[in-house]
C-alpha cells in the first residue's frame, strides 16, 4: 500500500473513532437512551472533538510511527495524547453553556484509549501473521531460541513489505535443546524440536538457510550444524551477538558466513579490563614487530587502553605505515611514532630507547618460519636471540619497567631451528631478569589463525584453485588461537608479570589440520576428498608431528587469571649461557650453530637427530 493512501487510511479510522466515542459514552451512560438535548450537544460539539484529537494526536507523532513494531513506549504515548486531548476538551466543555457531563467524559477518555490501542495492535500483530509464499522466499530455521534468537526473528520480522514481491528470508521456525521451550511460539513461529532433530526439520520444512543464533556456541557444535547443512545442501549464518546488535544501531540484520574461528571457538576470554587498563594507561609503550600479525593487533588493544604514547617499531615501512594509518584514523587523540629499524642493530636501538625511554616494551620481533629458518640458521639465531638480547639489554639500560617476549610452543623440546632459538631467548630474557630493574617475562602460545605465513591462507588459495590441498601428514595437530585471543591474552599476562615468568597460554584442545582442511572445504560450499583432493607431502624440516607447550618436568603454576599459566623453569646458568653466546657469535657454518644449540639445550633434538631415532 502506498504511504500516503496508509496515512490517510489512519487519520479516517482515528476520526471515525473519536468522533463515534461520545455516543458510545453516552449510551453507556444513559443505559441506551440519549435524551435529544444530550444527543444534539454530542453533535454539535463532534467536529471539536475530531478536531482536537486528532491535532493531540499528530502533536505525539502519531502518524510518523511504524505501529506494526509497536511496543510499550507506543502504549504510552497512546494514553498520553488520549489523556491531553481529554483535558482539553474538558477545559473548552466547561466554559460553555452545556457542558458535557464529566461521566461521559471519563468514559470517552477510556473507550479512545481502548479502540485507538486495538488498532495499533492489529497493526502490529498483521505484521507476525505467517505471509503467502512466493518462489523466490527462502526457509529460514533459527538454532537458539534465546535473547539472540529472538531479536534475529524480530529483524525478519521486519523486513519491508515491498521486498516481498522480490523474495524474503521466512522464518519456519526454531530449534532449541531446552525441554520447556519445545512447541512454544516465539514471534508467531514454534520451536520445532532439538539439535538432534535438525536434518529431519530441514528436509521436512524445506529449510534453504540456518541463522546460529547462540553467542556462546562452541566449535565442537558448530562443525557438528555444518556438516549436517552440507548433507542436506543448506547455507549457515551467524547472527551478530547482542553487542554487536546494539553498536550497529539494530536497524538491519548483519548475517555474516561461517569463519573458520567459527569453527574453533571456544569461551570467550574474560580479561580483567581494569588491571590491564591500568597496566598501560597513561604509559609510554613500545611494539617490536609491530607491522605483524601479533604485534599489530597487541597495536590495536593497546591504543584502546589509552596510553600516552605508543611506538611501533619494525623493519619492514609498508607493515608499519599500514598500522600506523589504520591507528591514527581510529585513535586521533593518541600519540603514535612510527621507527623504521632492524631489532639486531644496536646502535640505532640503544638511541632509540634513550630518546623514547619507554616504560612497557612487547617484544614481537621474529623470525618464525620453520622450514626457512632450518636453511637459514644463521638468520634465526641473529634475529631471534640477538635481536632480543639487543632489545632487552637497552631495556635494561634505559629503565623499561615492563618487557614481555611472546615466544612460541616450538621453544618446548624444539626439533627446529626457530624453536631452539626461541627457547635461547627465553633463557635470556629469564636471565636479565635476575640482576635487572626492568621486569621482564615471555608468553608462550601456538599458532593463530589467520597469521602471516601459517597455514591458512595457503589452504585458501589451494581451495579457491580447485585444489588439491597439501598436508604434510593426516594425523598432524596444532594448537590454534585467534590473534585477537592470543593478543589479548599478552596483555593480560604483561599485567601480571611480577619478572622471570614464562606464561603459558590455555590454547585449549590441539585440532587436527586434516579436519581444519576439511573444515575449510565446507565453508567454501564444496565436498572434501570429492570436489577437493588431498596431497600428502610428508613433514617438512624440522616440523613435528604434535607441538607441546610445556616439558614433562615442567609443569605449570596458576596465576589470577584461569586461562593463563606460568612454566616451572629450571634456574638459568648464567656462565654456560654467556659461553654459548659467545659460541654462536663466533660460529662459521650451519652445522656448527646446531651443535651449538643441542649443546646449549639439551631438549633440542635436529631432524638428523629424530631421523636417527626414528631408523
Not at 449510551?27 to 444530550?38: K, N, Q, T, V
Not at 631489532?343 to 620481533?365: E, M, T
Not at 634465526?380 to 632487552?392: E, P, Q
Not at 631478569?433 to 602460545?445: E, I, L, M
Request: glycine fraction near 8%; charged fraction near 20%.
Amino acid at each position: 500500500m502506498n504511504n500516503a493512501i496508509r496515512l490517510l487510511s489512519m487519520v479516517l479510522l482515528d476520526g471515525f473513532i473519536v468522533g463515534t466515542v461520545p455516543y458510545i459514552a453516552a449510551l453507556i451512560r444513559f443505559e441506551g437512551a440519549i435524551s435529544e438535548f444530550y444527543n444534539s450537544v454530542i453533535l454539535y460539539t463532534i467536529p471539536l472533538t475530531i478536531f482536537i484529537r486528532l491535532g493531540t494526536f499528530y502533536a505525539f507523532g502519531f502518524y510518523n510511527r511504524l505501529w506494526r513494531y509497536a511496543g510499550a513506549k507506543e502504549l504510552l504515548v497512546i494514553v498520553g495524547a488520549v489523556t491531553v486531548s481529554s483535558a482539553i476538551i474538558a477545559v473548552i466543555s466547561a466554559l460553555t453553556v452545556y457542558p458535557i457531563p464529566k461521566s461521559i467524559q471519563l468514559m470517552s477518555w477510556f473507550i479512545n484509549i481502548v479502540f485507538i490501542g486495538i488498532t495499533r495492535v492489529i497493526a502490529h500483530v498483521s505484521n507476525f501473521m505467517p505471509q503467502g509464499w512466493s518462489e523466490h522466499d527462502i526457509g529460514v530455521l533459527i538454532i537458539g531460541a534465546g535473547d539472540t534468537g529472538a531479536m534475529v526473528a524480530r529483524a525478519l520480522s521486519r523486513q519491508d513489505l515491498a521486498m516481498r514481491r522480490n523474495g524474503i528470508r521466512k522464518l519456519v521456525g526454531f530449534i532449541d535443546d531446552e525441554p520447556y521451550k519445545q512447541n512454544r511460539l516465539l514471534f508467531g513461529a514454534k520451536v520445532l524440536g532439538k539439535r538432534s532433530d535438525l536434518r529431519r526439520i530441514i528436509s521436512k520444512h524445506n529449510v534453504q538457510e540456518i541463522i546460529l543464533a547462540i553467542p556462546s556456541i562452541n566449535g565442537e557444535f558448530v562443525r557438528e550444524i555444518l556438516a549436517d547443512c552440507r548433507k542436506e545442501r543448506c547455507r549457515l549464518k551467524i547472527a551478530p551477538n547482542l553487542d554487536e546488535w546494539i553498536k550497529s544501531g539494530g536497524k538491519t540484520l548483519q548475517l555474516r558466513s561461517l569463519q573458520l574461528e567459527d569453527l574453533l571457538r571456544r569461551s570467550p576470554v574474560e580479561l580483567n579490563m581494569g588491571q590491564v587498563a591500568e597496566f598501560l594507561k597513561d604509559k609510554s609503550v613500545l611494539v617490536t614487530g609491530a607491522g605483524g600479525s601479533i604485534g599489530s593487533e597487541l597495536c590495536r588493544q593497546i591504543a584502546s587502553m589509552s596510553p600516552r604514547i605508543l611506538y611501533l617499531l619494525g623493519k619492514g615501512e609498508n607493515s608499519i605505515y599500514a598500522i600506523e594509518s589504520e591507528l591514527r584514523e581510529k585513535y586521533q587523540d593518541l600519540t603514535i611514532e612510527p621507527l623504521i629499524v632492524d631489532v639486531r642493530d644496536s646502535k640505532r636501538i640503544n638511541l632509540i630507547f634513550s630518546r623514547c625511554a619507554p616504560q612497557v616494551v612487547f617484544h614481537a620481533a621474529a623470525h618464525k618460519h620453520v622450514p626457512l629458518m632450518e636453511k637459514q640458521p644463521d638468520e634465526a639465531v641473529s634475529n631471534n636471540i640477538f635481536g632480543t638480547k639487543t632489545v632487552a639489554e637497552a631495556a635494561d639500560r634505559f629503565g623499561t619497567e615492563v618487557f614481555v617476549m611472546i615466544s612460541t610452543d616450538k621453544a618446548v623440546n624444539p626439533t627446529s631451528v626457530m624453536g631452539a632459538t626461541k627457547r635461547m631467548a627465553e633463557l635470556i630474557i629469564q636471565d636479565m631478569n635476575k640482576t635487572s630493574r626492568t621486569t621482564f617475562a615471555a608468553v608462550r602460545f601456538g599458532n593463530v589463525l589467520g597469521s602471516r605465513g601459517s597455514v591458512i591462507p595457503l589452504f585458501q588459495k589451494q581451495i579457491a584453485a580447485g585444489g588439491p590441498v597439501t598436508i604434510t601428514h593426516p594425523d598432524m595437530k596444532r594448537y590454534f588461537m585467534t590473534i585477537p585471543e592470543a593478543s589479548s591474552l599478552v596483555l593480560q599476562a604483561g599485567a601480571l608479570a611480577q619478572g622471570g615468568e614464562v606464561f603459558v597460554l590455555d590454547m585449549g584442545e590441539p585440532v587436527k589440520i586434516l579436519d581444519m582442511a576439511c573444515s575449510m572445504i565446507q565453508i567454501a560450499g564444496l565436498i572434501p576428498h570429492v570436489d577437493i583432493k588431498f596431497d600428502y607431502i610428508g613433514l617438512r624440516p624440522g616440523e613435528k608431528l604434535f607441538e607441546e607447550l610445556l616439558t614433562a618436568e615442567e609443569g605449570v603454576n596458576v596465576t589470577k587469571h584461569e586461562k593463563i599459566y606460568t612454566a616451572k623453569l629450571k634456574n638459568v646458568d648464567r656462565q654456560n649461557l654467556q659461553k654459548g653466546l659467545t659460541l654462536l657469535q663466533q660460529a662459521a657454518s650451519f652445522s656448527e650453530i646446531i651443535q651449538i644449540l643441542s649443546y646449549l639445550i639439551p631438549s633440542y633434538r635436529p631432524p638428523a637427530m629424530v631421523k636417527e631415532a626414528a631408523s
